[in-house]
């Protein structure tokens, strides 16, 4: 199993392409079952994640094409569907594969989708997704561990659907489902990120009819057919978030490319709360430490929906204040078990107490090299933060976490300057 091996102590200087965004590639993929002509997807991201959603797409009866890694083109045809189940083998292995269930169930008018299982973050049920579905008029069952689907004769009907909480998935799985409904379909309390907006975008250029993305009200006009299209996936904001903390935590400066700050408005005032300062350029912004500061003020922060804090920049941001001046309150809001990079940035010599859903973090003048072992994608990148500064060798184990959203994440870094290597 791949390990990252890290001696801390360099400063980062140079320049970082942004990929494609992963939260908004793999919703996009699933559209592609959604019309019978080919959709084309452009600055798609290389990750495990997208070819795990690439497998279960397949085993429906997806044809795939891949472009080559400059273009980073993915070509998505389904003619037709070879089947509607969607296997358990499969879907274990990322919980967004249960975005298929709308785009299969509206199309083809039946569904068999595995129910996707635990997760490291704790609960996030699917309830939302089939209760919206059926208010369209699908009969939904739970038997044997599958989600099992059928559209009322003549198709799904659009309704109004109020989400109890804000759910990125489950707003673009029923806005996905939508599209081909007969009527007006509303969704309220809708997920306002700009991945559903991007989704969203491409639906429209598909053919259908979608208003208020990225509001908290998102109307669906339901048409007859969809077509496919060629669509750019949006730059990624959590891997911008990530260099940026990656930037201020070694006190270097990098330029990030083909990414821009709008996308993380309240991240960046926070981060420039802290000390980091942002310079925009023609494909992105540099960014780096404020030079009258010797080291980074600490700050709260609570994780919320966007427009909010992101949960998944939470790590990053508290291996950051680890080392601020002062002590930081961080509260997470989203995710109940998402406090369980703490005991590895302890062991490395933070100093941070939880109490109930907020950490205190109390900055250490250094932090130390030890081995670590990451619980899951966005802890990984809050690792190997802290093993860029750490005095001494960081190893971070079970990095197939990071591999999942983050594209040749060492080879990027050690081009600016990191000493980092994978080793087997």
Do not use: W
Request: aromatic residues 4%; hydrophobic residues 40%; charged residues 20%.
């Amino acid at each position: 199993m791949d390990k990252l091996e890290i001696e801390g102590g360099n400063k980062l200087s140079g320049k970082i392409r942004i990929g494609g965004a992963k939260n908004a590639a793999l919703p996009l993929m699933t559209a592609s079952l959604l019309t019978d002509t080919p959709l084309s997807l452009q600055n798609i991201p290389l990750l495990s994640d997208i070819e795990t959603l690439s497998g279960v797409l397949s085993s429906l009866g997806v044809h795939i094409e891949k472009g080559n890694d400059v273009n980073r083109t993915l070509t998505l045809h389904t003619k037709s569907l070879d089947n509607t189940h969607a296997d358990y083998d499969l879907v274990r292995k990322m919980r967004a594969s249960i975005l298929v269930l709308g785009p299969l169930v509206s199309r083809h008018g039946a569904a068999e989708v595995s129910l996707p299982g635990g997760c490291a973050l704790g609960t996030r049920p699917v309830d939302l997704h089939i209760k919206g579905l059926e208010k369209m008029g699908a009969k939904i069952k739970l038997e044997d561990g599958y989600i099992r689907a059928t559209a009322p004769k003549g198709g799904l009907i659009g309704a109004d659907i109020a989400f109890p909480l804000i759910s990125v998935t489950g707003t673009e799985n029923l806005m996905m489902a939508a599209t081909l409904a007969q009527g007006t379909t509303r969704l309220i309390n809708a997920a306002r990120e700009p991945e559903v907006i991007d989704l969203a975008n491409c639906l429209n250029k598909m053919g259908a009819k979608i208003s208020g993305a990225g509001t908290d009200t998102i109307t669906i006009e339901g048409v007859s057919h969809l077509s496919g299209t060629t669509h750019a996936v949006i730059p990624d904001r959590i891997e911008t978030g990530t260099y940026i903390a990656a930037a201020g935590i070694t006190n270097g400066t990098l330029e990030l490319t083909h990414t821009d700050m709008a996308c993380l408005k309240t991240a960046i005032s926070l981060f420039e709360e802290a000390g980091m300062v942002f310079t925009p350029t023609d494909s992105g912004f540099k960014t780096y430490r404020d030079p009258q500061r010797k080291k980074i003020k600490s700050v709260d922060m609570i994780t919320e929906p966007y427009p909010g804090f992101p949960t998944d920049l939470q790590a990053q941001f508290m291996a950051l204040m680890t080392l601020a001046e002062g002590s930081a309150n961080i509260t997470e809001t989203i995710f109940e078990n998402r406090f369980m990079h703490v005991a590895e940035l302890v062991r490395m010599g933070a100093d941070i107490q939880i109490h109930g859903s907020t950490a205190t973090i109390r900055g250490k003048s250094h932090l130390v090299g030890a081995p670590v072992m990451a619980t899951d994608l966005r802890a990984s990148a809050c690792l190997v933060l802290a093993g860029l500064v750490a005095r001494g060798k960081t190893t971070v184990n079970r990095i197939y976490h990071l591999d999942r959203g983050y594209e040749s994440m060492e080879k990027k870094l050690s081009a600016c300057g990191a000493s980092i290597k994978r080793i087997a």
